[in-house]
């Protein structure tokens, strides 16, 4: 055999040996929720994968490969093509309602927003609003980055935006969870999670973030014209209505908290192809060299002086929550 052909050849069957390890990983937590890994699918597989080996043993390793590879289609076909998401399953309470979005000319009517009071990160007083904003009124917009684990790259963000009436929108794009379910990063590429938008007030999103997980929060001004906030928020709005009248998946790196912000960001902005963007604890590092946050001092001066969570401590509770946590930070908004 000539060398292409061995090279060809490990080409090949390292492209097969990942495909089955997805194809494994796959079929056994595919779409299962809250219950983990279906054992019944693992034993499948187990099975099909070692009538694979007996076939390539008796009947060769080109007849082993051949199955092996069908096997793999068949659980990408199944995994893509009979997994659909769904709207109707056991949600936890904090994220049982989809917001409702309708545009009016200037006017943006919103139902369900949330508004949640919390004595804790899993005790609070549930709380809905249905809403109207003027977004001829709107003002700016702020990146916020918050850190929950000790693993540097791994983080959750969200944006608000600024009215000059003086409310704030918050808007989250998370994992909508069912009872009793938990965030796994891994999990979240294998169709586990639906997507959704939450749509609230600052003492809900950042108050039970900053204070009562503890968390370390930190909010940038983003700079820009309100022009492009507007036009940054409605793509964000009609995500929100998108996924309320059909159910979509989340996934870890193509639609997560930050990749679903970045994809309705490029389409306002020039927003470069860049690892950060799938790595969220490093996501404001990039906004920071890409100028759409404040770049007067150097990044680490301007992370911590735009860190809240003193501010939101002492501000927990007050109806003027927004604004208190604002103060003192950079405040460079306009380009």
Known sequence: MTRLGVLAGTALAISLGAWTLWAGAALAMGGVGPDGASWLRVALGAAALLTV??????????????LLATACLATTVWFF?????????????????????????????????????Y????????????????????EGAD????????????????????????????????IRKEIGESYGPVRGMFRQYELMV?????????????????????????????????????????????????????????????????????????????????LPGYS???????GIIDTTEDFPTTRERNRINERAVAAAGQEDFSERIRKGRTDQTRR
């Open 53 to 66: 080996i007996a076939a390539g043993w008796w009947r060769g390793p080109k007849v082993g490969a051949a």
């Open 198 to 278: 939450v749509l609230g007030d600052e003492r809900d999103l950042l108050e039970l973030r900053a204070v009562h997980r503890e968390d370390t929060v930190y909010m940038h001004p983003m700079r820009g014209s309100p022009e492009t906030a507007r036009a940054f928020l409605e793509r964000l709005l009609r995500k929100a209505r998108d996924i309320r009248e059909r159910p979509q998946w989340y996934h870890t790196v193509s639609a997560s908290c930050t990749s679903v912000l970045a994809q309705q960001l490029q389409a306002v902005v020039d927003l470069p192809l860049d690892h950060r963007i799938y």
């Open 284 to 290: 404001d590092s990039l906004a920071f060299e890409l």
């Open 81 to 117: 093509a009979g997994l659909p998401a769904s709207h109707d399953r056991s949600w936890s309470e904090d994220q049982s309602r989809l917001p409702g979005v309708r545009f009016d000319g200037d006017l943006v009517h919103i139902t369900d927003a949330r508004a949640f009071r």
């Open 143 to 174: 990146f916020a980055v918050e850190r929950f684990t000790d693993n540097e790259a791994v983080a959750h963000t969200l944006v608000s935006f600024r009215f000059t009436d003086g409310r704030v929108l918050a808007v989250s794009v998370e």
């Open 119 to 138: 004595r804790g990160s899993g005790d609070w007083d549930a709380r809905w609003f249905d809403t109207t904003y003027d977004l001829s009124t709107l």
